[in-house]
């Protein structure tokens, strides 16, 4: 069990991902079908444990994995548009992230690749590895 609650960070990273205009559509998880009518969706969840750096709680460390989904064009990768949301992503994370009550500044970005998600997206998934300010505990 761990220490420390995601859902707070999930919740912060899928908020600024919407103020980054990524996209309109930004879950922690994805949802089991998807409107045949949305262009493109994010998915922004944790990925693996809350690691804290002191032993105050003040400061920690996570991994974020984000999944830009977009539409297929005439059954082809809409490449254009899956870089363009890359680039809203890392322009956000090249600043960082100032929350009410979370504040995140990434240190690395990793490209994992593209896929075919086989529902007529394709799909681009980054990891960021990320320090977080004021882990939020679990209950």
């Not at 103020?19 to 009518?37: F, G, L, Y």
């Not at 504040?103 to 970005?109: E, G, I, R, Y």
Request: charged share 20%; proline share 4%.
């Amino acid at each position: 069990m761990s220490l420390y609650d995601q859902t707070p960070i999930e919740t912060a990273i899928c908020d600024a991902i919407r103020s980054a205009n990524v996209s309109k559509n930004v879950w922690a998880n994805r949802p089991r079908s998807t409107q045949a009518d949305l262009a493109d969706f994010v998915v922004a969840r944790v990925s693996g444990p809350i690691r804290a750096l002191t032993g105050k709680d003040t400061l920690g460390e996570c991994t974020i994995s984000i999944a830009l989904f977009s539409r297929n064009v005439s059954n082809m990768k809409n490449s254009k548009k899956l870089s363009v949301m890359e680039g809203k992503v890392d322009a956000l994370l090249s600043v960082g992230y100032l929350g009410d009550s979370l504040t995140f500044k990434p240190f690395s970005l990793r490209v994992l690749g593209d896929s075919d998600d086989g529902n007529g997206y394709h799909f681009r998934l980054l990891n960021i590895q990320t320090y977080i300010k004021n882990l939020p505990k679990t209950d």
